[in-house]
């Protein structure tokens, strides 16, 4: 049987990886020891990497995709083909991003008063890159981990990612600027996806995330209308195309189901019960297919 190997992170994204997943219709099975889960699909095979190594690994065609930030495709300098961009994270939905930071009393202001300065980091060549476009000299160094605590007596600065910025703060740092930001990437072997099973389970794999990504931000609405209310409550309604509106056994009464963005809910629903909607149902979903 044909199978396709696929890449997943291993480590913080792991769990939100496997949320993501279960939503786009693939149950994902691993203990916190193992690197090869179980998946409820036969044509797939799973195998966990570090983000950091994902890239060079679909690169080599060590698997033929794989999750990966655009952080590591960029510092690794990895040649593969990108197929979708994932918006999701350990923490957030937003993006992550890589910043130069600095503890709160330094007298650094921007990233040219670092000249002949110590960077801790562990993303090294978009730093240095970062730098060179700069016109900046400083010495760039690996960090094994607990970067965010080296500032200021092991390095004058730190290049670090984060999602909210909090536990910067907690660490008594101060963001200068913004170095790269990064986002969750879906990614292919260039030479895998000119096969054409291959390229067809991807693309299929990759239209169920989306749709699952989608779905992160929406819910469901469904509703009872009378008649004489329909035309009001269905001016209240956004939807992705129109409200699919069916009769009840009472001739007088319908159904209107719509699909809305999560956040506007608490405002639209009182509407709808002002205008006349009974029944509210507000329910998950866990696609989204366009």
Do not use: C
């Amino acid at each position: 049987m044909l199978k396709l190997k696929l890449g997943l992170p291993k480590g913080s994204l792991e769990n939100s990886t496997f949320d993501l997943f279960k939503k786009a219709g693939f149950s994902i099975n691993a203990n916190s020891r193992s690197y090869y889960p179980s998946v409820d699909d036969e044509e797939l095979e799973i195998v966990l990497f570090r983000p950091q190594e994902m890239s060079r690994y679909v690169e080599d065609g060590i698997v033929d995709a794989g999750l990966t930030g655009h952080d590591w495709i960029v510092e690794n300098g990895s040649n593969v083909q990108e197929v979708l961009e994932l918006t999701y994270s350990k923490q957030t939905k937003k993006p992550v991003r890589w910043v130069l930071a600095v503890h709160k009393e330094s007298p650094v202001k921007n990233v040219k008063d670092l000249n002949g300065k110590k960077i801790a980091t562990e993303l090294i060549n978009v730093t240095k890159e970062y730098l060179k476009k700069n016109k900046v000299k400083a010495e760039v160094e690996f960090s094994w981990g607990a970067t965010e605590a080296k500032p200021p007596k092991l390095a004058d600065a730190i290049v670090e990612a984060t999602e909210t910025g909090s536990s910067l703060v907690a660490n008594n740092l101060r963001i200068v600027d913004t170095v790269i930001t990064s986002v969750t990437k879906f990614i292919v072997n260039r030479e895998s996806y000119k096969e054409t099973w291959k390229k067809k389970k991807i693309d299929n794999i990759a239209m169920l995330l989306k749709g699952a990504i989608l779905a992160h931000e929406k819910v469901g609405l469904k509703m009872n209308v009378s008649k004489k209310d329909l035309d009001q409550v269905l001016k209240i309604l956004p939807a992705l195309k129109n409200p699919t509106v069916m009769p009840l056994s009472d001739k007088n009464w319908f159904d209107v189901d719509t699909v809305i963005d999560e956040s506007v809910a608490r405002i639209l629903i009182p509407e709808l019960k002002k205008a006349g909607a009974s029944g509210i149902i507000e329910y998950p979903l866990n696609k989204v297919i366009l």
